[in-house]
């Protein structure tokens, strides 16, 4: 367990890489078996119902290893990690093998950012999107003519009072940029 047979060997050459060597005996012979090891590699993905990952098995020593990363429909991959330490940012991972590895395959949830306006035809906004967790988002409100800008909200809260408001995202954002109209003041007066 744990090895394969590589080949018979004598004086230092292969003479035979079948398991069983056939051969008819003329002289007294030195044969060495040559095994190598085989090594084990796991992969498994965080968070568990992220996404899934190939590449787990059995590989013998010294061979090429590409372990490959898909992330969910909400999920972005972010990096494969071993024992805590990040060793690849590539989706397809490839190594060559000398030990067992248990690979970790580390998502970050996508989160929705939704932007609107109030009153709808008082400007517009930018920003909507899918965002990965954790990133930067700027998210801008833009008057039309009539209207000013007055704040971003969120559940009737005002989160800003800038028009460009930006944020590290960690959940889903509703954000409504709320204008007002311009209010104009009429002066009589008395010319001479």
Known sequence: PGYHFVEWAENGSTVSTSDNYNFTIYNDRTLVATFATNWIVTTTQSPINAGSTTGSGTY????????????????????????????????????????????????????????????????FTTGSGNYTNGSSVTVTATSAPGYHFVEWAENGSTVSTSPNYNFAIYDDRILVANFATNSFVAVKGTYN
């Open 60 to 123: 013998t020593n010294g061979s090429s290893v590409t372990v490959t990363a898909t992330a969910g429909s909400d999920y972005s991959f972010v990096a494969w990690t071993e024992n805590g330490s990040s060793v690849s940012t590539s989706t397809n991972y490839n190594f060559t093998i000398y030990n067992d590895r248990a690979l970790v395959a580390n998502f970050a949830a996508n989160w929705i950012v939704t932007t609107t306006q109030s009153p709808i035809n008082a400007g």
